[in-house]
Every structure is written in structure tokens, then in C-alpha cells.
């Protein structure tokens, strides 16, 4: 399994407890998208079989909502303003005693944007 590293991603826990967790705009349509969780700093949003992102560093009021096996409503937005929303969708979380993850599987923002890059060039496309 191949994940794009998140860095950069807003965790929202309303007065009800419920939780929304706002990312950019990914690839694709969401497809029984569920969370994974192991109770630690990490987790997985999987979006579709060929999606998969990386939640990195959670806040340590959001872990034990998800440890509690909550829905998170999940809301992609698009770059640089954060502004228009593309997409939302629920996702359910699910935990696990280990994320099913090896540090050689995580694509860095910085790499995928190098790999992302390369592919555009590729087809003509420079950036």
C-alpha cells in the first residue's frame, strides 16, 4: 500500500464531538472510504483501492475520538486558498492494533510532487 504523506491538513472537533477532518483536493472519487487508526500520531484515510493518504501528527484531542471508532466527515478543498470545496464524504474509522504502513510506502509531499512532476514532463507538460 502507497500513501501521499498529509501534511498539512485541519482536524475540526465540534461541540457535539463529532469530528471533520479538511484536506486538499485529491485524485479520484471516494469509494467506501474508511479510516485506520492504531491509537498513535498516525493514521490512514483510505479514499478508493488506489487512494490512500497519510494523516501525520494528530492532535492529541482528535486520538481518543478515533480510538472511540467514530465517523469523521472528511471535506477536500482546493489549493492554494482552501476555499472551494470539491468534495465531502463520511468516512468510518476502524482500529487497529498497527497501521499496515513501512516508512518506504509513504510518498512526501515533496516526492510526489518530484514524482508528479516527472510524469507531467513526460507528456510535454513542464512546471
Known amino acids: 500500500m502507497i500513501a501521499e504523506q498529509e501534511k498539512q491538513f485541519i482536524a475540526s472537533i465540534e461541540e457535539d464531538g463529532s469530528i471533520a477532518i479538511i484536506i486538499k483536493e485529491k485524485k479520484g472519487e471516494p469509494s467506501?472510504?474508511?479510516i485506520l487508526y492504531d491509537g498513535k500520531d498516525h493514521a490512514l484515510?483510505?479514499?478508493?483501492?488506489?487512494?490512500?493518504?497519510?494523516?501525520?501528527?494528530l492532535n492529541d484531542e482528535l486520538k481518543p475520538l478515533l480510538v472511540s471508532g467514530v465517523q469523521v466527515d472528511v471535506v477536500e478543498m482546493k489549493l492554494p486558498d482552501l476555499e472551494d470545496v470539491v468534495r465531502s464524504y463520511t468516512a468510518t474509522v476502524t482500529r487497529m492494533a498497527k497501521?499496515?504502513?513501512h516508512?518506504?510506502?509513504?510518498?512526501?509531499v515533496?516526492?510526489?510532487?518530484?514524482?508528479?512532476k516527472e510524469?507531467?514532463?513526460?507528456?510535454g507538460i513542464k512546471i
Not at 110 to 116: R, S
Open 32 to 34: 467506501s472510504p474508511k
Open 45 to 57: 484515510l483510505i479514499r478508493n483501492a488506489e487512494s490512500t493518504v497519510l494523516l501525520d501528527y
Open 103 to 108: 516508512p518506504e510506502d509513504v510518498l512526501s
Open 99 to 101: 497501521l499496515p504502513l
Open 110 to 116: 515533496e516526492a510526489f510532487d518530484k514524482e508528479a
Open 119 to 123: 510524469a507531467l514532463a513526460k507528456v
